[in-house]
């Protein structure tokens, strides 16, 4: 992928937009939009049963650091009575993402911001796939990274740095994040006073705010 060029991946069934500036989106990330759709009262699968309905019928989600924004565009082609509000620090990433946005005709809110700071909105639902990869893991493929903005993929303190900054920081009933298994008992540690595990499903953690 050279300095100005864009490819499409395929991400939930549908192509987005990739170029240097954002992160190629993987088949593990999928996994939040399944926990979003659970939470919504979806089938997210063909025979599964979804559970009964958690969030409201026209809830506000944010969907934080959202790179190409597939998983706040598929969340609103999944659920269009959501509103849904996406941030980035990143500037050139939000213009990836507007331009999907576009592409599927998703009225999103794109807001440059780190973490949530500058969202006004009380979220229901807070959903993240923040850098968490940590510079040291030994089966890293370093090299295979390289076409990827590195401010995407790595975060300090054992790649959990933005992870732990946003627990500290949101407050919405229910919080979604993405990070590799071996992060989640140290998440699952540091947020437990604040937020109860409901869920694992693959890299995704389920909370919800405790009461």
Same mark, same amino acid.
């Given at each position: 992928?050279?300095?100005?060029?864009?490819n499409k991946?395929?991400?939930?069934?549908?192509?987005?937009?990739?170029?240097?500036?954002?992160?190629?989106?993987?088949?593990?990330?999928?996994?939040?939009?399944?926990?979003? /759709?659970?939470?919504?009262?979806?089938?997210?699968?063909?025979?599964?049963?979804?559970?009964?309905?958690?969030?409201?019928?026209?809830?506000?989600?944010?969907?934080?650091?959202?790179?190409?924004?597939?998983?706040?565009?598929? /969340?609103?082609?999944?659920?269009?009575?959501?509103?849904?509000?996406?941030?980035?620090?990143?500037?050139?990433?939000?213009?990836?993402?507007?331009?999907?946005?576009?592409?599927?005709?998703?009225?999103?809110?794109?807001?440059?911001?780190?973490?949530?700071?500058?969202?006004?909105?009380?979220?229901?639902?807070?959903?993240?796939?923040?850098?968490?990869?940590?510079?040291?893991?030994?089966?890293?493929?370093?090299?295979?990274?390289?076409?990827?903005?590195?401010?995407?993929?790595?975060?300090e303190d054992?790649?959990?740095?933005?992870?732990?900054?946003?627990i500290d920081?949101?407050?919405?009933?229910?919080?979604?994040?993405?990070?590799?298994?071996?992060?989640?008992?140290?998440?699952?540690?540091?947020?437990?006073?604040?937020?109860?595990?409901?869920?694992?499903?693959?890299?995704?953690?389920?909370?919800?705010?405790?009461?």
């Amino acid at each position: 992928m050279n300095a100005n060029s864009e490819n499409k991946t395929n991400f939930y069934g549908r192509d987005f937009l990739i170029t240097k500036d954002v992160l190629i989106p993987r088949p593990e990330t999928e996994q939040l939009i399944d926990a979003v /759709l659970n939470l919504a009262g979806k089938p997210y699968l063909p025979g599964v049963k979804p559970s009964k309905r958690k969030l409201p019928e026209n809830p506000t989600i944010i969907d934080v650091g959202t790179g190409s924004g597939c998983i706040a565009i598929t /969340l609103k082609k999944e659920l269009p009575d959501a509103t849904i509000i996406a941030t980035d620090i990143s500037e050139s990433a939000l213009k990836v993402a507007q331009k999907n946005a576009v592409l599927h005709d998703t009225p999103i809110s794109f807001i440059i911001s780190h973490l949530c700071q500058k969202v006004k909105e009380e979220p229901d639902l807070v959903i993240a796939n923040l850098p968490y990869v940590d510079k040291t893991w030994e089966w890293l493929d370093l090299e295979s990274l390289k076409k990827e903005p590195s401010i995407a993929l790595f975060a300090e303190d054992g790649g959990l740095k933005l992870i732990k900054e946003l627990i500290d920081t949101t407050n919405a009933k229910f919080l979604i994040l993405e990070a590799d298994p071996c992060q989640h008992e140290a998440i699952i540690k540091y947020a437990k006073n604040k937020y109860t595990l409901t869920n694992i499903r693959g890299f995704a953690l389920e909370f919800v705010l405790k009461s």
